[in-house]
T-cell receptor, first 114, second 111 residues
């Protein structure tokens, strides 16, 4: 596709369950980012992948969060033992490398933990 | 540390002009992005400023003053579709990829 895609668009889960969120970046973009956005808040950086380099996981809020990127393309963000405070919109973005390169965002996954 | 400030909400009238300010304190500042985010949608790129001055792009212009740690986004001839949140984000030398994001300014356009 032409843009970044994410699935599912909405996910409702019970507290304590695990969830997987998927991101398919723009073809050819080597950089991939995961962000979290709570209602009325700015973007919270979670994790960054660049090519075959080790990912920067410095933004992950706890060890319940993990992410992987297979084959330098599709990425999956996994949240284990979900908590109510995990409820947010999870946004994925991709870009070419470099400070001036804009990030292209996917439509996001709205996660609701009940 | 890193800090970005934007007004939480602004209201303007259709056809008018509005200026959304962004101030930042960040070490090793490199450049500043503005993104637009409609409710329930993903952010989309508007502008990127590295040098001081005003950059115009149609109805939207973005200004940067590196010495003052200040930027603004100027929207002219406002249309109802401009109702959205406007996010300011900075890049810094300490990281060649991370953006530091402001909380965004919700702009409400009234007829």
């Amino acid at each position: 596709g032409a843009g970044v895609s994410q699935s599912p668009s909405n996910k409702v889960t019970e507290k304590g369950k695990d969830v997987e969120l998927r991101c398919d970046p723009i073809s050819g973009h080597t950089a991939l980012y995961w962000y979290r956005q709570s209602l009325g808040q700015g973007l919270e950086f979670l994790i960054y992948f660049q090519g075959n380099s080790a990912p920067d996981k410095s933004g992950l809020p706890s060890d319940r969060f993990s992410a992987e990127r297979t084959g330098g393309s599709v990425s999956t963000l996994t949240i284990q033992r979900t908590q109510q405070e995990d409820s947010a919109v999870y946004l994925c973005a991709s870009s070419n490398i470099g400070l001036s390169h804009e990030q292209y965002f996917g439509p996001g996954t709205r996660l609701t933990v009940t | 540390g890193q800090n970005i400030d934007q007004p939480t909400e602004m209201t303007a009238t259709e056809g008018a002009i509005v200026q959304i300010n962004c101030t930042y304190q960040t070490s090793g500042f490199n450049g500043l992005f503005w993104y637009q985010q409609h409710a329930g949608e993903a952010p989309t790129f508007l502008s990127y400023n590295v040098l001081d001055g005003l950059e115009e792009k149609g109805r939207f212009s973005s200004f940067l003053s590196r010495s003052k740690g200040y930027s603004y986004l100027l929207l002219k001839e406002l249309q109802m579709k401009d109702s959205a949140s406007y996010l300011c984000a900075v890049t810094h030398m300490d990281s060649n990829y991370q953006l530091i994001w402001g909380a965004g300014t919700k702009l409400i356009i009234k007829p």
